[in-house]
Each structure stands twice: as C-alpha cells, then as structure tokens.
C-alpha cells in the first residue's frame, strides 16, 4: 500500500479522539468518518485521501472498547495506521475488522507529516519515499491476513 503520512506524534491517542462519543448513534462508516479524528485536528478530514496512512506514538486507540474507531478511520480513505505500539484491544478490533495496523518502534525518527510511504505487510517493510529511508517491523500474523482476504473476522468464521 502508499500513501501520504499524516502524523500525530504524541501517545495514548484515545479511542473518543479518534471518533468521539457523541457520534456513536451509527455504524455507518461514511458517517463516521466525517467526524474522525475531530478532537485532534478539525481538517482531518479534510487533508485525507483514500490511501493515506495515520502515523502515531505509543499507545495508539487506548481507552474504551469501540469498533466505531475502526470504521470512522478506514471509512475516511485511510488505508493503514503505523504506530509505535497500540492499545491491544484497538489491535485486535483491527484485526477483528481486517484492518491493517502496523507496530514500528522507530517510527518517530523516520517519518515526518506529509511525507509518501509505502507499506509492505506481509514483508514487515516500510520504505519513506520522500527520504529514501526503510524500517522494518514484526508482520502481522498469518491469521490476520485471513481474517482481511475473508473480510473480517465474522466472515473468517462463516468462511
């Protein structure tokens, strides 16, 4: 996958940032991600393009329990999040949803707002195309892959 970079270099990035509370009176992901990422920066919406990649700290997607994180951010055209570390339940609903969310310790020294990346998953590799400069990280497991090519993990189950 490519896209631009959109970093938010700080931690513990919560999931009522990432799609704030007072939203939650749908599933629909279009709708969401209209209010995506709001409480951070009020011209996300506005800066991204399908494709593009949200780039983060420590402890990405902590606080509660909500999928709706997940669908706001993919349906706003992101692709992927690349963050130093996640808060595991944000993960695993990624994973759940076949969303793709990548761990990069090294991920601040690497990669700067705007920049163009492309990310290979199944390879662990991150290449900044605007620097020249690669980084790798662990892949996510073989059945997270499943879980995305069936559609999410409901669809894994049927499958």
Known sequence: MQGKAHVYMRDHINTDEIIPARYLVTDDEKELALHAM?????????????????????????????????????????????????????????????????????????????????????????????TGKTSGFIPLPDFAFEIAEAGGLLQSIKK
């Not at 999928?67 to 993960?91: D, K, L, N």
């Not at 969310?101 to 290979?120: A, F, M, N, P, R």
Request: aromatic fraction near 8%; hydrophobic fraction near 40%; glycine fraction near 10%.
């Open 38 to 130: 709001e409480d951070i920066d009020i011209d996300f919406v506005k800066k991204i393009k399908t494709g593009d990649i949200i780039v983060a700290g420590n402890d990405f997607g902590c606080g509660s329990s909500r999928e709706h994180a997940i669908w706001a951010i993919r349906g706003s055209g992101i692709s992927c999040v690349v963050a130093e570390s996640f808060a595991r339940i944000f993960y695993r609903n990624a994973i759940n949803n076949g969303f793709p969310v990548v761990e990069c310790k090294v991920i601040s020294k690497v990669i700067s707002d705007g920049d163009e990346l492309e990310i290979h998953l199944r390879e662990g590799i991150i290449k900044n195309i605007s």
